[in-house]
C-alpha cells in the first residue's frame, strides 16, 4: 500500500518514550514511497485523571478505522489497579476481538539471560486473548465483612478455543520444527481442560505433520526454566498465556525485549501491538527504558499488515528490523556503554533504514 | 509422644520409592523410646482399576484417627487426567481442610540451579490450599457441540483467605528478614484480588514488624527467574501457588528436592506431607528417583508435629534430617557417582541418626 493509518497510543509511563523510538524506526524501515500517517490517541492515566475516562464509546469507534494500533503502555500508580488495565487496555483486546495474543520469544545472539544454560531459545506463545478467566465475570457478596464471598469465572467456549488453536497449529505447520505444545492444567480445571483438549486433539488431526505434546501450566514453569529450547509453538489460555510469556521474557533476557501482537487474524478489527512490559514508573520520563520491545513490537505490527495488506513491502520492512534488533543487541554484548531510549531508537533506525 | 501414627500413602510410580526412603530416614531420625506406626493405604492407580475406587469414605474417616500423612505421588497415565487427583489428592486437601499448603524453596550449598546468578535463596510459599479455583465449580453446556461453554469458578472467601494470610505473617514474623510478598493478579481478577489484597492490608496492620509489598503473579515469575533472593515468604492462592511452587522448585535445583505439607493449622484434621514432585512413570520402579524431596517431606512432617504436640524429640529429629540433606547434597556436588533411590536413602538414614 502507499500508505498505512496507525492509531499510536503511548499510553503511561515509559510507553511514551519507547512509542516515539518505535514510531521512528518503523518509518525509517519503510521505503520512501510507503507513508506512514499516525495518529496519536491521549489515552491512560492523565486523561483518566483529567476527565474520569478511560476509553470512551467514540475514541472507540474511531479506532476502528485504522490499519493496526500501537501501543506503549498502560497504568499508573496513581489510578486504582484494574481501572485502566480494564477499562482501557482489555477492553480495547476484546472489544477488537483480539483472540490471538502472539508473543514470540527468542534468546537473541549476545543477549544474556538468567539461565546457565544456554541453547537457542526460540518459541511463540499463542495465548487467547478473549476468554478464560479475562471476562470480567464475577462478583462480591457482603463485602467487607468476615462473610465476603468474591468469584472469579473463567469462561471457555468451543468458538473461542478452537479458533486459538487452530491459529496455533498453522503457526506451527510454518515453522521448521512444527511442534505445538498445549499448556492447561486439565487435572484440576476438568471442565476447560476438557474442551481445551478435545478440541486439540480435533484440530490436530487436520495438520498430521505438526507434532504436539501437552504440558500442565505448572510443569510448563519448569521447562521454561530448565529446558526453553524444547518448546517450538505453545497455545494456551489467556492466563496461563499471561504468566508464562513474562517468564518467557525473563528467560530471553527480560521484558525489555519482549513484543506481542493482539491479533483479529479475521482482519474485521485492528490488531493492537505493545511491549509485554509495562509503563515503568519508577524509570519513566529519564531516558532509560529500553524500546527495543516497542520496536519489535512494530516490526510484527508490519509483518501482520504485510500478510494481511500482501504487501511484501512492509514485511521486507519487518525483516528490516529485525535483522536491526538483532545487529543491535550482538553490539550491545560487545559494547557496555549504556545508551539512552533515544540513542537506541537511533541506532536501530539507522540499521533498519532501507539502503 | 512415645509413640507417632502415620498414614502412609505411597500412592503411584516413583511414590511408592521414594515414600519408603522417606520412612526409613523419619525413623533413623527419632530417638528409640519414639515409635513410629506406620499403616499402609493402598490408593492411586492400582486401586482405581482394581475397584473403581478413589477415596472410599471408611478409607477417609479412618485417616481421620492418624497423627499425619504421608504421601508419595499420585497420578498415572492409565488414568484419566483428574480422576485421582480430584477423587484421591484434592479431596484429601479439602475433606481435611488443608488451608496452608507450605512450600519451603531453598537452594542448599552444593546444589546447581538453572540460574547463572547463585545468590543464597531461602524462601518459603504460602500457598491457599482449600479455594480458588480448586473447588471443582464449574461445568460444561452442549458438550462436544461447536457451542459448548465450559466454566470454571475460583471461590474465595474472606474466611478462607484471612486464615492463610494470617499464617503467612506468623511465618515471616518468625523468620529473620520479616518478609511477606503477596502474589495475586489484583488488575485481572478484580472481585478475588480486591478480597486478597484487602484482607492482606487488614492483617498487615497486626503485624506492624512484617515489611509487606505486592506482585503481580506474572511478575513474580520474572522475578523467580532474574532474582529469586528476594524473596522471604509469599502468600498466594491455591492456582498461583500451584504454579509459582514448580518454579520456585526448578529454581532451587529441581522438584527432585521439593517439599510440601499441606495442613490444617487448628489440628482438627491430620495434616499431610508429600513431595511436589508427580509420580514420574517413565521412571518408576528403576530405583532412579532421588527420594530427597521426600525425605525433606518427613522433615517437614516431623517439625510440624514437634510444634503442634510441644516435643523437641520431634522437632529436633525434623532438624537432624535437614542437616542430614543438607549435608549430603554438599557431597553429591563433590562426588559424581549416581546413587539409587535406596542409596540415597541409607545415605541420609545414616546422617540422621541419632548419635
Ligand atoms: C496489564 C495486564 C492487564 C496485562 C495482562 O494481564 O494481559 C499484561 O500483564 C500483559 O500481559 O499484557
Ligand atoms: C497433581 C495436582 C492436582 C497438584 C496441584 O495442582 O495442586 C500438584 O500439581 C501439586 O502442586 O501438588
Redesign the interface.
Known sequence: PSSIRLAVIPGDGIGVEVTAEALKVLQAALPQDVKVEGTEYDLGARRYHATGETLPDEVLDELKGYDAILLGAI?DPSVP??VL??GLL?KLRFAFDHHVNLRPSKLFPGV?G????TAPIDFVVVREGTEG??T?N???I??????????????????GV?RVVRDAFARAQARPRKKLTLVH???????????W??VFTAVAAEFPEVSTDYLH???A??F???QPERFDVIVTDN?FG??????A???TG??GLAASGNLDVTGTFPSMFEPVHGSAPDIAGQGKADPTAAVLSAALLLDHLGRTKASPALSEAARRIEAAVEADLAERAANATPRTTSEIGDALAAKAAVS
Chains 1, 2 share one sequence.
Not at 114 to 117: A, F, G, H, K, T
Open positions: 497504568g489497579s484494574g488495565e480494564r482489555l544474556q538468567p539461565l546457565r544454560d478467566p479475562y470480567g464475577g462478583g462480591t457482603r463485602q467487607g465483612t468476615v462473610h465476603e464471598v468474591a468469584t472469579e469465572v473463567s469462561l471457555n467456549t468451543a468458538y478452537e492444567k486439565t487435572n484440576v480445571l476438568v471442565f476447560a481442560g476438557s474442551l483438549s478435545r501450566v505448572d510443569a514453569t519448569i521454561l526454566a530448565t492466563l499471561d504468566i508464562i510469556t513474562d517468564l521474557a525473563a528467560v527480560g521484558i
